[in-house]
């Protein structure tokens, strides 16, 4: 091990450099990830992360002689590029899901025929097939992961650091090698994107991560210990990842959602709804990592037949912890688009709390809502209050101007939506048709036409609002603004509860 601390020290050092530097070139590029209602960031993110890893690795195993396995070696290389670049496009414009799938598979396919594959039948054709389908999978894995800071670039030091001591251990000098310059790199990035982070490393870092973890365990194969005590080690190491993507695919599977969809409904998100909030989320996954990390050295020092055994008992675990997991109270919508039905102060109380659930908010305010009432909605959708507050005493804000104008000069949780027009009404019916929750505050303001279809969404009357049909919340409840929230979720998750049962 301690001939690739080097490896790892300077793998680290080229990432921890190289990230600030191509994070100031995505900001001056505008590559970046730009806040907008549906994100919870308040300042535009660099996501040329992967890109700072994707050098560093570059940087660090030219170091290293490949000369003895020259060709499998360029197709991992080419294969890696391939992906990087492929996130790389998909961070700036956007890829299908299938079109980086079949690239994912494509990659697959290269590495495979340079002779990087499994050989754990006697028939070649089964072989291939396995090897495609864990490139492919452990790719989507970590991509799949990055879903909170540090939680990808984490993970994916901790597996491939396990990996660096396997292969060492095994005198795999290659395998070792490149396990130890992902790991240095990993760690050089996590420093920056360790919440709050200052850089994403976006599908540019977390396909490149994925595809070369991927490589590292399907060469990981010693020849002086059994077959029967090695063969799970390396799903062994990658066993949360593989979790991750399990439960969520099961999960949305079962709810009859597409896979390819983002949610909250990862592991860590799952963790940090039970009480452990996102930063000891992502602690527990770590700890989770390097649990799995160690039972796999283990297995590696073990007969055939506890090796076995010890595999059959983490595959339990996992599947009682899917259980739990997945029986968990249902998760909320990412991001929930919310309807408030607005007009005077009560308003406010409806936004305070909906800003705890969502930052893709709706505030309609009825045609009877005063200018400073707006001007009250306006600074409690702002990401940046403060900076509404300074605008407002420089007496910019005296009249407001077209409300078309506010989501360009302020950075807002959402938007208002003045009604006392037809336009805003035809907007308005096409909302609520379509929101997730919909709040109605008291007011008379609202014509007979959008309370009817207001009582026909998922619902949350204020008290004191008259909607046919619909009980009023507590007053006890509204005046409480985080009781409001849970009111809000509940809202929400009993309309969701009501569809799935049907």
């Known amino acids: 091990m301690d001939l690739y601390l080097p490896l790892v020290i300077f793998s680290f050092l080229a ?71 492929i996130g790389l496009w998909d961070d700036r414009r956007g890829i299908a899901p299938r079109a980086k799938l079949l690239a994912q598979v494509g990659a697959a396919l290269l590495v495979t025929a340079a002779g990087v594959r499994v050989e754990l039948t006697p028939w070649p054709a089964v072989n291939i097939l396995i090897s495609v389908f864990w490139f492919v999978g452990i790719t989507n894995a970590i991509n799949l992961m990055d879903n909170m800071d540090g939680l990808a670039a984490g993970t994916s030091a901790v597996s491939a650091l396990f990996f660096t001591i396997l292969a060492a251990s095994a005198g795999q000098g290659l395998v070792a090698s490149l396990a130890a310059a992902v790991t240095g790199a990993s760690l050089g990035f996590l420093y920056y994107n360790i919440s709050p982070a200052m850089i994403f490393m976006g599908d540019t870092g977390s396909l490149l991560l994925g595809f070369l973890l991927a490589v590292i365990g399907v060469r990981y194969a010693p020849s002086e210990l059994p077959l029967g005590s090695t063969w799970m080690v390396p799903i062994v190491v990658m066993g949360l990842p593989i979790f991750d993507t399990t439960l969520v695919t099961f999960s949305r599977i079962l709810n009859r959602r597409p896979v390819s969809q983002g949610g909250t409904d990862h592991t860590s998100h799952r963790l940090s709804k039970l009480g452990l909030g996102n930063h000891r989320a992502v602690f ?99 990401l940046e209050p403060e900076a509404f507050d300074r605008w407002l005493n420089a007496g910019a804000g005296a009249v407001l101007g077209p409300a078309a104008e506010w989501q360009k000069i302020f950075r807002l949780a959402g938007r208002i939506l003045p009604c006392p027009e037809d336009p805003g009404m035809e907007q308005l019916h096409a909302l609520l048709r379509t929101a997730d929750l919909i709040v109605a505050c008291r007011g008379g303001g609202w014509p007979a036409e959008i309370q009817a279809a207001a009582a026909r969404g998922r619902m949350l009357a204020a008290p004191g609002a008259t909607i046919s049909g619909v009980v009023a919340t507590a007053d006890d409840v509204w005046k409480n603004s985080i009781g409001l929230t849970r009111a809000m979720e509940e809202a929400i998750l009993g309309a969701r509860r009501k569809e799935k049962s049907k």
């Open 284 to 382: 527990s996954m770590y700890l989770a990592a390097g649990i799995l990390g160690i039972l796999a050295v283990f297995m590696t020092h073990s007969s055939p037949e506890l090796a076995t055994v010890i595999f059959g008992v983490i595959l339990a675990v996992g599947l009682i912890a899917l259980i739990i997991l997945e029986r968990m109270p249902p998760i909320p919508p990412n991001n929930p688009q919310v309807v408030i039905l607005a007009e005077d102060e009560q308003g406010m109380d409806a936004i305070a709390a909906a800003r705890r659930l969502s930052s893709n908010i709706v505030a309609a305010a009825s045609p009877r809502t005063e200018q400073a009432t707006l001007r009250n909605y306006l600074r409690a959708l702002a």
């Open 15 to 85: 990432a921890f450099i190289a990230t600030p530097l191509i994070g100031r070139v995505a900001t001056h590029t505008g590559f970046v990830d730009e806040p907008k209602p549906h994100k919870m960031h308040v300042r535009p993110m660099p996501l040329l992360g992967g890109l700072a890893i994707y050098l560093a690795l570059c940087v660090a195993l030219f170091r290293v002689d490949f000369s003895t396995e020259w060709l499998p070696m360029l197709a991992v290389a080419v294969g890696a590029t391939m992906l990087m670049l």
